[in-house]
Structures are given as structure tokens and as C-alpha cells.
């Protein structure tokens, strides 16, 4: 009965913490988590240690013991038993200092290299762009803005002042431009956000104001990563307590590879799946230019059967990016994964085939490793297998800082962790030959916004991309004037501007709205006479509209096409030159976006072009034509005015016109005053 066993329960914890120990103000679940905790198998009696009084701080006990349940739902590998198992395992690991790649032989991972406007750049793209309507996605967003200046979470910040457009909205816009253009009709793409308990109800409440940014309620899926997973004190995995509260334990992040379990525990890849998905997207919160390089990767997928494809950039020998590798052991084993930077030297140097270690390919200036930037793309149905048969639990590590070389004692507590790069750790058989790498340049598809402006400017004077919110701007309109330039339009490049220690290009300012382009591969279509389009490099211009084509336009200002609903229309033969906006120093503001910056955008001048439904095109000057040139009129000569008073001859009938009289149609230009008059239009805005 639910009695006796709840006398059960509590025998066992006066056994182990004495007959004053009171435990009737928990549930049964609780009394039997306790159980297992105090029992001798975890150890970790203490956490119940002043628990005698019976009554005393009740509220508190079960504080700590909802705590320690959350933990427990949360960790897919046996609870917190499971937990505290698996650590003291890693822990006695570290502690030797076993190397978890021992035995392993490296080799170059199964991939391609593209640079942007190549043949083979184009047909991969091509190939993955037909793809981009079957993927479901998932948003990596558990992150709160803090280490920023931002008070709110990540995905709410605007990727650039241009537009004002936040991360979670160009995400979504992006998603809903693939749907629009590529999805089967009625079909619909879904996304999927991991949040934490820090940034769950703040990112519920940011769609729901904003109506999900147009994407359909349904489509929307939110899976919470759980409360963290206990702090441990020492290498016999004890739990840490909270210094400053006795009923808390210290709880820290168990890693992003959580997002996997999640995905299987919430049904999400086995919904997706029978949904018809066939690929899922995995991106993180604050990469502005994680799209562009999407049908790309699709491509890559598409040709060589992949399960999971991670997107690189080359990486240079000993830069301190994780490296992606192929590992083999004696067994037989093989796998593709990301080998941090400190230990993938160490790793090449055991092995014959890599006697210098780490070094840069002769040819390519580059490192055979591309570097991991943890964007990753998944084949569906392979991957949802997977899940099935691991709960979607990843392999962990531990990295407890040592007071000393004894190793007996932690400077501070650690934990295990988790990433969700190291999938293709728990892939078996040939599916594990099933995992390689996409690689292009880094300024065409990463540029994460993650550090303080004072650290990013310490990584800047080393050589390494600063990471905060200007250099995430200033990229984004970076990558998209390196793709109009390889096309051939004639995009200005500005000078490098400094703001509060970082250097950054901050122009031309554009902004291509997902609607209007998405990729690479689709702007051809939307500027197709290329050499006929020039911005200078103080310009700033926002487009959106899905049927928006730009044909020929002078732009030295700012300039605004906006789109109505259905509408479609071609902007040709535009010049604008105006005072447009500027980006203007500042050393302090209270607005978070603008002091994380230091600059402020000033819009003194604008010029906004319509695209109407009625196919007008509203801002658009009339066409003025240029005045026909009169025609000379000849002197009369003095013999015509007298045969002018002169009687007129008798009316006789026509000669007739012979064939070869009559002009010709098709060759013979017809006579000067017959030529339809022809007016040239120039549209200038001042």
C-alpha cells in the first residue's frame, strides 16, 4: 500500500541519518529520490544532514527536494544516481589523466571546400536549394544577453539598427521565405527553440507579442532544458551545497548537447518526421549569417548521403577553433568530431601521418581541419533513429580546475557536460562513415555575437574576431556586399571606423529582407543586369518583397523599397542621392543596444519607393521626356515661289509605284518624317 511504502521510505532514511531525522512533509517520489541519494551507492547523505526537528523549516526541505527533482527529471542518463555515477567515473578518469583519444587515428573528415561565385560553389547551392522546403528547424537559444549589457534574452536583440530587425525575427522571416518559395503548398516549415529556466518565459512572451512573427502558432514548438545539473565539490562527486542557502545545491549548466534529449523526450523529431520533414537544422542564437550558407550545406548533404553535416570555416594551423577530424581506432571504429584546439596537436603529432602536427596545406594556406562553428544539419529519419536508441543522451567530459598537481582538491566546483557536436560519437556501424563537414568562408556564414565590448577588443588586438554586437552587425552587411560583388555589382568598399576600441566596416548599410533574397543563389534573379546597380559606400538600403526585381539603380543616400502584400514590380533606372544615415560615435547611452555598440544610427534623409498592388509604384519620379528636336525647315528658293502663284495643273491619275519604290519593311529605314519619336526617360531623386 501507499502507506507502507512510504514507511519504507522513510525506515531507510532513519537508518542511514537517525531515528530523528523527519522526512513526512515530502511526497513519495521525494522520499524515494532521497532514498537513493542518502543511500551508499551516491553519498550524498549531507545534503539531509539537519533535517532532525520535526516541523522546522518544512517549506525549505521541500524547496530543495523540488529542486533535486527537476535535476533528476532532467538528466536522461538514469537521474541523479546515473549522474553521480557517471562523474565519479570521469572524475577518477581525470584525475590519472587518461586521454579520451588515446587509440584513435586521425585523418582528413569526408567534406568540401567552397569559395563563393565558383562553379561548384553554384551547382551545390542549386542542388540543396530544392531541399531548404523539407527541413524542420531548431533554435539553440538558452542564453540571457548579460555578458553583453543586455538585460533581456539573446534572440531579442536586433542584428542590425539599419532595420531594427531581432535575431528570433530574421530567423523566422528566413524560414518563412524557404517555406513561401521551396515548401510543397501547405506545407509548413516548423521550428523548435530550447530555452533554459532563465530565458523560457521571456521568449514566450516575445513571440506572443509580436504574433510569432508571422509564422503560425502551431509551427512553433518550445522545449525547456531542465534546472541544470549539480555542482560537485570533489572527486568523490560530492554535491555542492549552496554556501549562502543549506536547503539549495549549486546547479550549473549540463551543455547544449541536452538539446538531442529533448528533441526525443518531447516527441519533436518523431512528429517531424511523420510530418514529412526530412531534414532538421540545428543553429544557435546570435549568428547572423547562419542562413546563407544553408542550401549550400543541403547540397553537400544531398550528394554524399549524410546523416549529419556540421558547418566549418577554414581554420588556420594551431588557431584556438575546435577542429573537425576523422578519428579511427584498432576496433575498427570510425568517427567524424570536433577535436578541440589544444588537444588536436598533441592527437596529429602521435600519429605517422602527421609528424609536424597541426600545420597549413601548402596550397590552400590552411589547415586540413576546418574549423567547427556548431551549425549542424541533420538527415531526419536516420537521426530520429538514433534518438530511439540512445534517448538522445551524448557522451560527457569533466574539467575540474585542480588547486594543485596532488588533484585531490577543485579551485572551485565543476560539473559534467555535454555538447551537441558530439553526435556522431553514438553512430554506429556505416552510419558512422555518414558524417563530414561543409566549409566556406567565415564571412559568408559566422559571426557570433557573444562577448563584452571591452573582451572583444582585447581579442581584436590579438588577431581574433572580437564577437560582440558591432563586428555581428558590420558583418552582416559585409556578407551581403560580397555576394552582390560577386555577381557584379558595383558596391563601394568604406573605410574601417573605430567604436569604443573596436574596429569595424560599418557600410554600405543593406539589408535584404529574406523575402526578397535568402541566399546566394537567388540574387542573379532579383539584380539581373548586375553592372547596372552601384552603391557607394556611405549608403544605406533595405529591401523586402518576395516579386521585388531591381534592375538598374544609383544609389548615394538611403533608399527604402518596401513591398505590399502580392505585390510585384521592377525599380529601373533609379538614382538617389540624399543626405541618407550615419552611423555617429557614442561614448555612453542608456539604451543597452546602442551603449554595447557605441554608435548610434542617424537617419537624416530618406527616400522610400512602394511596390503597390495595383502594380503603380509609389516614390517613384514620372519619367520626363526629354523635348524632340525640331525640324530644320530648308529655304525656299526664289523659282518655288513663283511656281507657287501659278495655276494648278489638271488632276490626272496616279502613277503606279513599282516594287522597287516602296520601302522596305524589314531593312529600308523609313522616310525622316514618318519616324515615330522616341522619349528617353532618366528618374533622378535628389
Given amino acids: 500500500t501507499r502507506d507502507a511504502g512510504e514507511k519504507r521510505s522513510t525506515n531507510n532514511l532513519l537508518e542511514l541519518l537517525g531515528e530523528g531525522t523527519?522526512?513526512?512533509?515530502?511526497n513519495e517520489r521525494q522520499k524515494k529520490l532521497a532514498n537513493a541519494l542518502a543511500g551508499s551507492e551516491a553519498g550524498q547523505s549531507h545534503l539531509f544532514e539537519g533535517w532532525s526537528n520535526s516541523g522546522a523549516s518544512d517549506d525549505d526541505k521541500r524547496r530543495l527536494m523540488t529542486q533535486l527533482e527537476g535535476m533528476d527529471r532532467g538528466y536522461p542518463s538514469g537521474g541523479l544516481v546515473g549522474y553521480i555515477q557517471n562523474a565519479k567515473v570521469l572524475l577518477e578518469k581525470s584525475k590519472k589523466g587518461v586521454n579520451p583519444l588515446e587509440g584513435w587515428k586521425p585523418s582528413v573528415p569526408k567534406g568540401e571546400n567552397f569559395e563563393l561565385g565558383t562553379k561548384e560553389f553554384d551547382e551545390a547551392e542549386a542542388l540543396g536549394l530544392k531541399e531548404t522546403g523539407k527541413c524542420g528547424f531548431v533554435l539553440v537559444a538558452g542564453g540571457l544577453g548579460e555578458r553583453l549589457g543586455y538585460g533581456g534574452i539573446k534572440i531579442g536583440l536586433p542584428t542590425e539598427l539599419t532595420s531594427g530587425t531581432t535575431y528570433i525575427q530574421y530567423y523566422i522571416e528566413t524560414i518563412l521565405s524557404y517555406q513561401s518559395k521551396h515548401a510543397d503548398p501547405g506545407f509548413k516549415l516548423p521550428l523548435c527553440i530550447m530555452t533554459s529556466g532563465d530565458t523560457n518565459a521571456k521568449t514566450v512572451d516575445l513571440l506572443e507579442k509580436n504574433s510569432y512573427f508571422g509564422m503560425d502558432r502551431s509551427s512553433v514548438t518550445i522545449v525547456q532544458q531542465g534546472d541544470g545539473v549539480p555542482a560537485l565539490e570533489n572527486n568523490d562527486a560530492k554535491i555542492a551545497v549552496d554556501p549562502a542557502d543549506p536547503y539549495a545545491v549549486q546547479a550549473k549548466p549540463h551543455g547544449h548537447g541536452d538539446v538531442h534529449a529533448l528533441l526525443h523526450s518531447e516527441g519533436v523529431a518523431k512528429r517531424w518526421l511523420a510530418d514529412g520533414v526530412e531534414w532538421a537544422v540545428f543553429f544557435q542564437d546570435t549568428n547572423g549569417l547562419a542562413f546563407h550558407t544553408l542550401p549550400l550545406m543541403l547540397g553537400v548533404s544531398k550528394k554524399y548521403d549524410l546523416i549529419m553535416n556540421s558547418m566549418a570555416v577554414p581554420r588556420k594551423a594551431k588557431q584556438a577553433v575546435g577542429g573537425i577530424v576523422k578519428l579511427e581506432n584498432g576496433e575498427g571504429k570510425k568517427r567524424t568530431?570536433?577535436?578541440?584546439?589544444n588537444q588536436l596537436d598533441p592527437l596529429l603529432r602521435a600519429s605517422p601521418d602527421f609528424p609536424d602536427g597541426d600545420v597549413n596545406d601548402a596550397k590552400t594556406g590552411y589547415s586540413p581541419f576546418p574549423g567547427n562553428i556548431n551549425q549542424l544539419l541533420f538527415s531526419l529519419e536516420p537521426y530520429a533513429k538514433v534518438l530511439e536508441r540512445t534517448n538522445g543522451a551524448m557522451p560527457e567530459f569533466v574539467n575540474p580546475k585542480y588547486k594543485d598537481d596532488t588533484k585531490t582538491a577543485f579551485k572551485k566546483p565543476t560539473r559534467l557536460e555535454c555538447m551537441m557536436q558530439d553526435f556522431p560519437t553514438v553512430l554506429e556501424g556505416d552510419d558512422a562513415e555518414r558524417a563530414g563537414f561543409t566549409s566556406a568562408a567565415a564571412e559568408m556564414c559566422f559571426s557570433p555575437v557573444k562577448n563584452a565590448t571591452m573582451d572583444g577588443a582585447?581579442?581584436?588586438?590579438?588577431?581574433?574576431?572580437?564577437?560582440?554586437?558591432?563586428s555581428g552587425e558590420a558583418?552582416?552587411?559585409?556578407?551581403?556586399?560580397?555576394?552582390?560583388?560577386?555577381?557584379?555589382?558595383?558596391?563601394?568598399?568604406?573605410?574601417?571606423?573605430e567604436y569604443n576600441g573596436i574596429s569595424v566596416v560599418l557600410g554600405p548599410a543593406l539589408v535584404l529582407k529574406p523575402d526578397f533574397v535568402s541566399c546566394p543563389g537567388e540574387y542573379k534573379a532579383k539584380f539581373p543586369s548586375p553592372s547596372d546597380i552601384k552603391i557607394s559606400s556611405r549608403s544605406s538600403l533595405i529591401v523586402n518583397g518576395k516579386d521585388v526585381v531591381i534592375k538598374s539603380l544609383d544609389l548615394d543616400g538611403a533608399l527604402v523599397i518596401k513591398c505590399e502584400d502580392g505585390a510585384s514590380g521592377t525599380i529601373e533606372g533609379l538614382v538617389v542621392k540624399n543626405k541618407g544615415w550615419e552611423f555617429a560615435p557614442v561614448e555612453s547611452s542608456a539604451d543597452e543596444v546602442i551603449g554595447m555598440r557605441g554608435y548610434e544610427l542617424k537617419k537624416n534623409e530618406t527616400k522610400t519607393v512602394t511596390v503597390k498592388k495595383d502594380g503603380t509604384i509609389e516614390g517613384m519620379p514620372k519619367p520626363v521626356a526629354k523635348p524632340a528636336a525640331k525640324k530644320p525647315q530648308a529655304a525656299a528658293p526664289a523659282a518655288a515661289a513663283t511656281k507657287a502663284a501659278a495655276p494648278a495643273p489638271p488632276k490626272t491619275a496616279p502613277a503606279k509605284r513599282t516594287a522597287r519604290d516602296l520601302p522596305s519593311s524589314l531593312s529600308d529605314p523609313a522616310p525622316?518624317?514618318?519616324?515615330?519619336k522616341v522619349q528617353t526617360c532618366a528618374c533622378v531623386i535628389m
Avoid: R, W
Fill in 22 to 26: 523527519d522526512f513526512t512533509m515530502l
Fill in 337 to 341: 568530431i570536433n577535436v578541440e584546439y
Fill in 458 to 470: 582585447a581579442l581584436q588586438k590579438k588577431g581574433t574576431h572580437p564577437g560582440v554586437a558591432a
Fill in 475 to 497: 558583418d552582416q552587411y559585409c556578407a551581403i556586399k560580397k555576394i552582390m560583388q560577386s555577381i557584379g555589382c558595383k558596391v563601394e568598399e568604406p573605410k574601417a571606423t
Fill in 672 to 676: 525622316a518624317e514618318a519616324k515615330q
